[in-house]
């Protein structure tokens, strides 16, 4: 039996009843059962997946979060956490006969403490709110994915997500010390907290980047970054993204770490120009935005190396922001990418993998290769210094056959990523969108191993169930490769329960 299969004896009977019990453990307002109003959460940002849920559930608390869990466990119904929805992978998708859990009213933030260089928040809190309550103190939250302005904190630590300036200060994972969580058995638990490197095993690393399948984050320690003295910001023309790509391991192999740097290709900057206007140089075939900052003296001597990397790999044009409004223009037409594409094609498919950044010029120019190949075009928008690939591949659905081609090229590209040592995602996450891809990347026995830690969680299947993993199974289902135990059973080093 699959997780899915669970729900499927549900009938609309058993859902109207555990409505009842939710609307006794909330209120009847922060529960939704209207079809219409159901409708409005029937995907995240990657719209063309679409199931209405059964039921949406609204908790103001971590104990009416954890109230809801356990009625969805005595009823055997499977839920799914929703913070703001803009996730690109499908993870937040409902479950036709299960719970939303949207965690969107949960927006308090509960401490600012600058001297632990700490925030402790709820999880509907949105990413670029917790910069707005640290800024008065001097401090920021580092991590700073594009949808910063909507995106929230639990969604964020779920999907591990990354940002432009994650180059130097690193992922979701790394700013996150603690986090108060309901566990799938409906359980309130507390996994780390201020200070840093509890001992034990690294639970806490574990839940980040868990896409929703270990438990419900209900308040999150964060870590905050002090604000730069100096911020300095370069845009660069280059003439290829052969060029461009070169010089972007050239500065980091010299040991400069810029606090960003993204590079779009001459599709994006038409896109981008055609959008908002930002004034890229005329003809690039590349731009690179690279963004210095710390104490003012190193930034100024390192900003003198990345201009002398831009010139001596071949940029034809170097434009230094004089002051924050020219340094946002740099930045608008980066942000505005992925929107801007729209404007040039009415369908696209947003691609996130991740290579070894000295392999950019070599996979821009296989890509540039499939993109000829399958009849399809390409922009390449993306966080160069992470090696992060965003590739926006362009169809217009209304011409037959155009939407499987874009499918084909897009999955290529993926395929492209794993044979130079990357990755299926960079920081989307995996969904349901690419559950299918993990066994191009992981073995049986790796997936395997990944459901032993997902059933030690979750024994019951219930949390955000089909999504990650091809397959779901239910725990203790033997797997179908092994006849008997799994070879970490055999070997005594882990039970399946
Ligand atoms: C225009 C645009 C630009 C983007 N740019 C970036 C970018 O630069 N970098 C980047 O990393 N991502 C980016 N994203 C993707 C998305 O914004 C991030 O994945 C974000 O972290 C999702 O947050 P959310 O609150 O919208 O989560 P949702 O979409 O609501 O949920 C995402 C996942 O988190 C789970 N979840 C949500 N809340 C909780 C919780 N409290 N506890 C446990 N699990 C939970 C859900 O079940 C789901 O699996 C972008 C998206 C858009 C639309």
Known sequence: MMAGDIAAAKTAGDIAALAARLRMALTDAQVLTDRQQLRTYECDGLTHYKVVPALVAFPHTAFECAAVVRECVAAGVPYVARGSGTGLSGGALPHADGVLIVTSQMRAILDVAPQDERAVVEPGVVNLAVSRAAAPHGYYYAPDPSSQQVCSIGGNVAENSGGAHCLKYGFTTNHVTGAQLVTPAGDLVRLGGRAPDPPGYDLLGAFVGSEGTLGIATEVTLRLTR??????????????????????????????????????????????????????????????????????AEVDAQFDDVEHFCREHGAVEIRVAADDAERALFWKGRKSAFAAVGRISPDYIVQDGVIPRTALPQVLRRIAQLSRDGGVRVANVFHAGDGNLHPLVLFDDSVPGEAARAERVSTAILDLCIEHGGSITGEHGVGVDKAKSMPRMFTADDLDTMQLLRCAFDPGGLANPGKVFPTPRLCGEVPGRHKGAHPLQEAGLAEVF
């Open 227 to 296: 604000l730069p003295q100096a911020v300095r910001t370069l845009l660069a023309g280059f003439g290829t993204t052969d060029a461009a790509g070169t010089a972007v391991s050239a500065i980091i192999g010299a040991g400069v770490v810029p606090a960003a740097i993204e590079m779009m290709d001459a599709l994006a900057i038409e896109a981008a120009e055609a959008a908002v206007h930002c004034g890229y140089p005329d003809g690039a075939g590349a731009v690179l935005i690279v963004e210095l900052d710390g104490p003012a």
